[in-house]
């Protein structure tokens, strides 16, 4: 009652009615706005916003996964531009399996070490919410569960005390780590900067058995020191774990202290890689219809939290490349509509799903993803920020100039004269200033609309005329002091404010083109300059504004002073040329493709960033600069009537350089395992072990899957003796292999033939069955060997909580056995083979992704330091024979001193997805496993080479592993290195990942 009451109240102080017949529709929050404050330290959070030392903040952040960049130092290449892009939060999963090659084995060394990606955050000014687990998700291989936790036959994500042994294992390792870093401080001197803590991973299984587990996991992080506030993310906005039981809705109420959910809205790429809009941004919050499903009420005394917000969608094995689709569908203009409409919604807390997504390299991808885990993010696999990432600068910077948009209420709705628009209105109860999202009606509309919107603002009635022109929204702000300045309201978005040593700066920018105006309010007539552009002023003396109109085209500049206010330099851009601008602490940068950091040193002004050709520089500080530095040169300035200072050369660019060219192949045939003289003495024996797959088998056979002799990883090799006979004249095979995952089947070494499973989209076809026709051979009597490799293109996920993670991988059962008629199956005794050491394996630099079983993966052939001088010279495209075949090389790359590039390594025609050569590659940089390619699957035939894993002034070696039935034409392609990306400037990349 008390929370129905209080909201109406806000509503009714909106007095004007719409004339339109529609327009956003009326807030039916149940949100509590009178709940006290919660405090875990030095944060809190109410009903509208989390706080940190008491002050309210919008969490903006973005997500990224350390393992998949095996590259630590160019973590921070990725948080600077987080942090550029102006989010003020990341967001990380943690993956258990990666740390854990063993029960009881944890490793935070090297590319896993956690301890530094979080001092880092907290160095480069991000706050970190964390997400360990156990379970992520994430198109993990066993959604981040370990190998070896597929071996246990409890039930996973459950109260069952087997799984909360392993999973406190876990996390006793890795909040460990994490209490270190919370901003809180452990209470034992550290101190970081991670302000949530999330537990479990959109957990929709909500039996008993699954809220002790829940409440396990969060006494768990209690007793380990996790003393910020924990949050668990619903799959959708359906109200399961909630802090508390609403009275409004049927929720799940359980142990969190914030209620968080995740969305992917907004339409998908299709196959084809066409875009498709989809529905209208969702009303997840205050303007929501009520009910637990898409309402506003799942957690009435906790801030709109998505932990997850669609910011692009991962890619399947077989499509056409969806990437670059995905990358425009959750692109320009639906990071405008959606993210705002969630925030006028009141989800003041966001976080992108995901920021930069990386590389799935080794085995570390779920059967649904290949390789590139680019995501179509902000930032590309390469470290490229997309055209997005400047538009959510743009939005950012509003976020980061008016702190008071954390915390707002609706505040009415104002009158449209148009019904094709809508317009979110909400005022800050303290500041009274308001935010203004002015969008169509539905959000997915398309028209183009000049229209005017009336609205009671804290400065007075306005009708504000604007232009809103296809699938677009405008995040505008009204009544709210600016630095010294007084904006009455905007028809232009605002993208920063600073207060400069000289005199205020607002950039303020619109669609180009498009007509704009600015009121600010004085107390006596101002003069106005106007330096550049075209634009026009009146002043009404009654009220004191000034009201500036004009169209955004290129760069407007207007010098205002006097009026009873600081001087001012307005800054109104056409949108591109607002994204030029930077703003890093209190420096306003104009013109490089990355501004990293902004520092003063004894009064010297220190920059670093990128530049991607040769660049002007023009900037702003706060405080007098004496000189100016950029990635520590001295740059000549001058001083401009703008008040800025100006390079008076330009900035260098990158100088290009050149890629050797991919020659002097050694080449060395592999799958000795098929031999019937094979020795595999040392190999372990098929037995009747504890079988804890729910992948059913027929009765009566031994247990086959790799899993349960320790091999959880890539391929592994079985080798089954039969005696020879009559009945021996087919093989049947059912196994488990995840998404184009294969098997190879020999017979004596002679190869019989390869089977492999379909893509399948969305949804991979994981577990196959094969049959072939055995050789004459098998049925003279005497001793056979039937070798059959098995690649396992990674378990499944978990995400319905049923232990799909548990499917069989590896074979499940074979048979040899007549070809009709009753007959009877030949006995035979199994061997198994997989990567070398199984789960103790030896390199512990690289880690649990790296490394199958394949014969040359045992012995090293991956390896740099490996010998391959006995192997005979070969060339790309020469027939193979059927089985495993490897390729070697070595090459120089010398990448000019203070440049950063990301090298790719592409194969054949790169403009189809697919060829009709069946073959497969693993790719091995400096013996890391840098991604498969699949020619006749596809999509991907680039594949990304992180420096740090390529040596990028020095010696380099590459090891393709190529399988191929030995058809004519299934051979390797053309292979070359390829330069994805080339600037200048990057963080220092120092060490490397391999002794050369
Ligand atoms: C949601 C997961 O939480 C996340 O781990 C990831 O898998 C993401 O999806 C997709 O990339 S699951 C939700 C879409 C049902």
């Known amino acids: 009652m008390r929370r129905a009451l209080l909201f109406a109240a806000a509503v009714a102080a909106a007095p004007l009615l719409s004339s339109a017949p529609v327009t956003a529709q009326e807030a039916?929050?149940?949100?509590?706005?009178?709940?006290?404050?919660?405090?875990?330290?030095?944060?809190?959070f109410d009903a509208r916003s989390l706080m940190?030392?008491?002050?309210?903040?919008v969490i903006w952040s973005s997500e990224m996964h350390p393992f998949r960049l095996p590259s630590p130092e160019l973590w921070r290449d990725i948080l600077q531009k987080m942090k550029a892009s102006g989010f003020n939060t990341v967001a990380f999963y943690f993956d258990w399996g990666y740390h854990s090659p063993k029960q009881g084995v944890y490793d935070f060394t090297g590319i896993r070490d956690l301890d530094r990606l979080l001092r880092m955050s907290a160095e480069e000014g991000l706050y970190v919410i964390v997400r360990p687990g156990p379970y992520a998700n994430a198109e993990l291989t066993r959604g981040g569960f370990p190998g070896w936790l597929v071996n246990q036959r409890a039930p996973s994500r459950t109260d069952s005390p087997e799984y909360l042994a392993a999973a406190d294992e876990w996390l006793t390792q890795v909040n460990a780590i994490i209490a270190r870093h919370q901003i809180n401080g452990d209470g034992r001197g550290n101190q970081g900067s991670v302000i949530l803590y999330q537990i479990e991973n959109e957990l929709a299984a909500t039996t008993p058995a699954h809220r002790r587990y829940m409440d396990h996991l969060y006494a768990k992080a209690r007793a380990d020191g996790i003393n910020v506030p924990i949050f668990h993310n619903d799959q959708g906005r359906n109200g399961y774990w909630t802090p508390e039981d609403s009275p409004v809705d049927k929720v799940v109420p359980g142990p969190v202290d914030l209620y968080a959910f995740d969305g992917y809205p907004g339409g998908t790429c299709t196959v084809q890689g066409r875009t498709t809009r989809g529905a209208a941004a969702p009303d997840w919050g205050f303007y929501g219809p009520g009910g637990a499903k898409g309402g506003a009420s799942a957690s009435p005394a906790t801030p709109g939290f998505m932990a997850e917000i669609g910011g692009g969608w991962f890619d399947y094995w077989g499509s056409n490349g969806g990437y670059e689709c995905n990358a425009v569908q959750r692109g320009e203009r639906f990071q405008r509509v959606f993210y705002g409409v969630n925030l006028a919604n009141g989800i003041s807390l966001q976080s992108i799903y995901v920021g930069f997504g990386g590389t799935s390299w080794g085995w570390l991808a779920a059967p649904v993803v290949f390789t590139s885990y680019d995501y179509g993010a902000a930032i590309s696999e390469t470290r490229e920020l997309r055209p997005k990432a400047e538009e959510m600068k743009q939005l950012a910077g509003l976020i980061a100039s008016v702190p008071d948009l954390a915390g707002m209420v609706p505040a009415g709705v104002p009158a449209i004269s148009s019904p094709n628009i809508q317009v979110y209105h909400n005022r800050s109860p303290e500041t009274d200033a308001r935010f203004l999202l002015v969008t169509h009606k539905p959000s997915n509309g398309q028209t183009n609309d000049q229209f005017t919107v009336t609205a009671d603002l804290p400065d007075g009635r306005y009708v504000m005329p604007m232009t809103l022109n296809g699938f677009d929204a405008k995040w505008l702000v009204a009544g709210v002091d600016l630095a010294g300045q007084r904006l009455v309201y905007s028809t232009s978005e605002l993208q920063a404010v600073l207060p400069a040593s000289r005199h205020d700066v607002l950039l303020m920018y619109g669609r180009a083109g498009e007509p704009g105006e600015t009121v600010l309010r004085f107390a006596a007539q101002p003069d106005i300059t106007v330096l550049e552009g075209d634009v026009r002023s009146t002043f009404d003396a009654a009220s004191g504004d000034l009201k500036l109109d004009y169209e955004h085209v290129g760069l407007s500049r207007v010098r205002i002073s006097g009026g009873g206010r600081p001087d001012l330099l307005l800054l109104i851009g056409e949108e591109k040329e607002a994204a030029r601008f930077w703003r890093q602490g209190d420096v306003l940068v104009r013109g490089p493709a990355l501004l990293r950091h902004a520092g003063t040193e004894r009064g010297r002004l220190l920059l670093t960033g990128d530049t991607r050709e040769s660049t002007p520089l023009e900037l702003w500080s706060a405080a007098p600069a004496s000189s100016v530095r950029w990635n520590g040169a001295v740059v000549a300035t001058r001083a401009t009537a703008s008040g800025s200072l100006e390079a008076l050369t330009p900035l260098a660019g990158p100088a290009a350089f050149a890629l050797p060219v991919l020659s002097d192949w050694r080449v060395a045939p592999e799958s000795p395992e098929a031999r019937l003289e094979f020795d595999d003495h040392d190999w372990q024996t098929i037995d009747n072990r504890a079988y804890a797959s729910n992948t059913l088998r027929p009765d009566g056979q031994p247990n086959m899957l790799m899993d349960a002799y320790g091999f959880h990883e890539g391929d592994v090799w079985y080798r089954g003796r039969f005696e020879g006979g009559p009945e021996a004249e087919t093989i049947n095979l059912f196994y488990g292999a995840g998404g184009a995952g294969m098997a190879q089947v020999f017979l004596d070494g002679v190869f019989v033939g390869q089977h492999e499973l379909p893509s399948g989209i969305p949804r991979p076809i994981t577990t196959g069955v094969a049959a072939f026709d055995l050789p004459e051979a098998a049925r003279t009597p005497g001793p056979h060997v039937v070798s059959v490799m098995v690649r396992n293109n990674g378990h499944n996920?978990?995400?319905?909580?049923?232990?799909?993670?548990?499917?069989?991988?590896?074979?499940?059962?074979?048979?040899?056995?007549?070809?009709?008629?009753?007959?009877?199956?030949?006995?035979?005794?199994?061997?198994?083979?997989g990567r070398a050491g199984g789960e103790d394996f030896a390199d512990t630099l690289r880690g649990v992704p790296n490394n199958g079983g394949l014969f040359g993966e045992r012995h090293g052939w991956h390896l740099p330091e490996f010998k391959d001088g006995d192997w005979r010279p070969g060339m790309v495209g020469e027939p193979l024979q059927p089985g495993v075949t490897w390729y070697r090389t070595r090459f120089d790359l010398d990448v000019p001193a203070g440049q950063d590039a990301s090298i790719g390594l592409a194969f054949g025609d790169t403009d189809t997805p697919r060829s009709d050569r069946a073959y497969r590659v693993l790719i091995f940089v400096n013996g890391w496993h840098m991604g498969q390619f699949i020619a006749n699957v596809g999509p991907q035939r680039v594949f990304s080479l992180p420096e740090h894993i390529l040596n990028h002034r020095g010696r380099n070696s590459i090891a393709l592993v190529v399988s191929t039935d030995g058809a004519p034409g299934n051979v390797l392609e053309d292979v070359r290195l390829v330069t994805l990306r080339n600037v200048r400037g990057g963080v220092d990349v120092t060490t490397r990942a391999q002794a050369q």
Do not use: C, Y
């Not at 039916?28 to 809190?44: L, Y």
């Open 52 to 57: 940190i030392d008491g002050k309210r903040l």
């Open 797 to 833: 996920w978990n995400l319905d909580a049923n232990d799909f993670h548990k499917e069989a991988r590896g074979l499940v059962s074979v048979s040899v056995a007549p070809r009709v008629g009753p007959g009877f199956a030949v006995p035979i005794s199994w061997k198994i083979q």
């Open 28 to 44: 039916r929050s149940t949100a509590d706005f009178t709940a006290p404050a919660q405090t875990f330290g030095r944060v809190s």
